[in-house]
């Protein structure tokens, strides 16, 4: 089942895991300058740089060679800012909506011309050769050998096993003089190198008959698979394409009618770049329909060294296609500006920078996160979060596909940055669609999984837990104003305190019910084919969300930016459908190839049975497996068109 499971997430999981310190710190880092330490101390201590996994467990060795990294700036006036972006983006503000220029932003929350010069005279000093800034001037990339940081950072950078590679990271924690505004270092961990040109990714075939073309076509019968729950089970969906899903979700009527997204952009934020992206696009298009779509791209330079081997480049690649194939279906009028990042870990900080810096799109897609609430570099991620609401930027977040993640990390937690309460996190559903398109019902993804042995399921169904969507409470962050008295206190308490909740609303995500995705591929002769597969996890419910408000922002005329403080606002109205727990049980069958792409090596048949994600389940209102529910395609669209 190891090879089958590439149909789910694409949910591109960042595991640059860094300490619980990094988190408990961040309100000071972003609220003051020069960091969280006193200034009566010569250095400021900057947490959240060592991983969790660089442990003395793991040691290899001392690192060598160069480093590419990139130094953090605070934001000046932070609570000033807090309160513009929070004016900006709430519907009951006399501000909402009156978004700052990025020139706007720099000339008032930037770090000055004068700080930049001071750090990067400091770095230079320090044998840091400096190699550009961002636009907001809250990143200051550099490189230098590794005994040249260790002496500016004062620390030690070692080699680690992680993930099957020899792995960088510090050994200590980082420090930077007091005087300075650096709230964080990024790119310490890791070594990169630029990907090579490799060919596309072996052929995956899943869409294996029969299956059904709607939800409950096709039962099977009892000499094909074992009843379960007492009855026969129907056979899953090959896979949902573009018309069912716009029907399903009810806006295909306003796509025909013009409201397709024309005049919005919608920026999707991945590592690398697939070669073949735009001949796949237009076959796509062209079988579903679709209008062909408006793609710019763009390759943030960068590297990627001995951890970025080419099934990683390809699964992001795939990640690519199935990002860019559901936002064009949910908008085919809109334009889309890809960013493809040098590698999946402060490459993904420094992509989504430029996006917001530079306001490319007001729409930001991101299918990936790190496992549970840690992450290195939280805090350059929270400010550019802070940046896009004050601009008028909406950044969405897949919640993740493992459930409530403790089967992964030992204990129950939400993935970040989808437990940020400036994003919008998107949760996943199963979701049946009717024959004539038609929206049936909704579940909360959480898939069971027993195989047929014989004549038999093993385990008994509904079998062991296999994946399902992410969210939780947050043990670090506070309970959003827009959530209060919308989540249920006993969600919101869960540790003390009232913490965020994810995630804030869903779409499909199951695989078992997935969605169609084209994509060239390589057959064991070495031929390269165009060919579809059906795939899932919330990796396909953040874009669907990120399309679905294209269409919002069109119709309304204007930005929506943040969408949170609004999208709260409709709970329990007819806008939202109210995902709740299923009356009977639900379980489907599904075949696969065994070997993946024809059926020499056989036939392997599973049984998958819906249920709550772990410690995540679905009730009636808010719950923390799909949020507030599903959007109610033309309801939706015509309420958040009213400011």
């Known amino acids: 089942m ?313 699964g992001w690649w795939g990640e690519e296609t199935l990002d860019l194939d559901a936002v064009h279906t949910m908008a085919p009028g809109a334009k889309v500006v890809y960013v493809g990042a040098p590698n999946p870990g402060p490459g993904l900080t420094k992509s989504l920078a430029w996006v917001v810096d530079h306001r490319a799109a007001r729409i930001v897609t991101n299918s990936w996160g790190s496992v549970g609430e840690y992450g290195v570099g939280v805090q350059a991620f929270e400010q550019i979060f802070a940046e896009g609401m004050a601009e008028g930027v909406g950044i969405y977040f897949s919640s993740g596909d493992d459930g409530d993640e403790r089967d992964t990390i030992g204990h129950v937690s939400p993935d970040y940055p989808g437990s940020s309460p400036r994003v919008t996190s998107v949760g996943g559903t199963s979701l049946a669609v009717g024959p004539l398109n038609n929206y049936r019902f909704e579940l909360g993804w959480g898939t069971y999984l027993a195989t047929k042995q014989g004549k038999h399921w093993t385990p008994k169904p509904p079998g062991d837990f296999y994946y399902g969507g992410g969210g939780g409470t947050s043990r670090f962050f506070a309970e959003p104003r827009y959530q209060r008295g919308v989540v249920p206190r006993h969600l919101a308490a869960r540790y003390g305190g009232r913490g965020r909740v994810s995630p804030d609303i869903s779409m499909l995500g199951d695989p078992t019910t997935g969605f169609v995705v084209g994509q060239t591929q390589t057959l064991p002769s070495k031929k390269r084919i165009y060919d579809e597969a059906r795939y899932g996890g919330t990796s396909l419910s953040s874009p669907l969300m990120a399309g679905f408000m294209a269409l919002a922002d069109q119709r309304a005329g204007f930005a929506h930016g943040f969408v949170n403080p609004a999208l709260y606002r409709l709970y329990r109205t007819r806008t939202i459908h109210d995902v709740k727990p299923p009356r009977v049980k639900v379980a489907m069958i599904r075949n696969d190839y065994t070997n993946t792409i024809n059926k020499a090596g056989g036939i392997t048949t599973t049984l998958r049975s819906v249920g709550p994600a772990g410690t995540l389940r679905t009730k009636r209102g808010y719950d923390n497996l799909t949020g507030l529910g599903s959007p109610r395609g033309g309801p939706m669209l015509r309420a958040l068109a009213r400011r």
């Open 2 to 314: 190891k090879a089958e499971r590439a149909d789910r997430a694409l949910f591109a999981k960042v595991i640059v895991a860094a300490s619980l310190a990094a988190f408990l710190t961040l309100a000071a880092l972003l609220a003051v300058p020069g960091g969280a330490a006193g200034r009566a101390s010569s250095r400021a201590r900057i947490s959240g740089a060592v991983p969790r996994w660089a442990n003395p467990e793991s040691l290899l060795g001392e690192a060598r060679g160069e480093v590419e990294f990139s130094v953090v700036l605070g934001w000046r006036h932070p609570e000033a800012l807090n309160r513009v972006g929070r004016a900006v983006s709430d519907p009951a503000s006399p501000r909402y909506g009156e978004y700052l220029s990025p020139r706007s932003f720099r000339a008032r929350f930037s770090p000055t011309r004068g700080q930049v010069s001071a750090v990067r005279a400091w770095m230079r000093g320090h044998g840091l050769e400096v190699t550009g800034t961002s636009a907001g001037r809250m990143l200051i990339d550099a490189r230098a050998s590794t005994a040249a940081v260790e002496r500016a950072f004062g620390t030690s950078l070692r080699l680690y096993r992680h993930a099957g590679a020899a792995v960088r990271a510090p050994a200590e924690g980082v420090s930077v003089p007091s005087g300075l505004p650096i709230v964080g270092v990024i790119g310490l961990d890791g070594g990169y190198q630029q990907p090579a040109r490799i060919p596309p990714p072996p052929i995956y075939r899943n869409i294996v008959k029969p299956c059904s073309v709607y939800w409950g076509q096709k039962f099977a019968k009892k000499k094909n698979a074992p009843f379960a729950f007492g009855q026969k089970q129907p056979y899953l969906p090959c896979g949902y394409v573009p018309k069912q899903i716009q029907g399903a979700y009810g806006v295909g009527r306003a796509i025909r009618h013009g409201n397709d997204g024309s005049g919005v952009k919608v920026a999707v934020i991945d590592a690398f770049a697939s070669p073949t992206i735009r001949r796949d696009l237009r076959i796509y298009s062209h079988r579903h329909g679709l209008r062909r779509l408006r793609l710019r791209q763009k390759i943030v330079p960068g590297n990627c060294k001995k951890n970025c081997p080419p099934d990683l480049r390809q």
